[in-house]
């Protein structure tokens, strides 16, 4: 299961949009809270942890589309470890 951590108050650059359009998603949860602890970033730019990384973008549309991209990202990521972890 994967895990989107929204911070409550980065909403003010459209980050709330994303939440019911990320349920929508297979294996994944989404999470809000207060603060994530990344007030600087969360003042500048759209951001959310994704199964705890950080991802940024300039626009709530282009972070969808971060989310995504880091989402796989990560699944190569474990796919290659558990290949690895196979053929030892």
Same mark, same amino acid.
């Given at each position: 299961?994967?895990?989107?951590?929204?911070?409550?108050?980065?909403?003010?650059? +459209?980050?709330?949009?994303?939440?019911?359009?990320?349920?929508? *998603?297979? @294996?994944?949860?989404?999470? %809000?809270? #207060?603060?994530?602890?990344?007030?600087?970033?969360?003042?500048?730019?759209?951001?959310?942890?994704?199964? +705890?990384?950080?991802?940024?973008?300039?626009?709530?549309?282009? *972070?969808? @589309?971060?989310?995504?991209? %880091?989402? #796989?990202?990560?699944?190569?990521?474990?796919?290659?470890?558990?290949?690895?972890?196979?053929?030892?």
């Amino acid at each position: 299961m994967n895990i989107v951590e929204f911070c409550v108050s980065n909403a003010h650059h +459209g980050t709330d949009r994303l939440i019911d359009k990320l349920n929508k *998603l297979p @294996d994944l949860e989404t999470i %809000e809270y #207060g603060c994530l602890g990344n007030c600087g970033e969360c003042y500048l730019s759209p951001y959310v942890m994704v199964n +705890g990384e950080t991802v940024v973008a300039e626009t709530a549309d282009a *972070l969808y @589309d971060a989310i995504l991209e %880091e989402l #796989g990202s990560q699944d190569e990521h474990r796919k290659a470890l558990d290949k690895l972890l196979d053929d030892l």
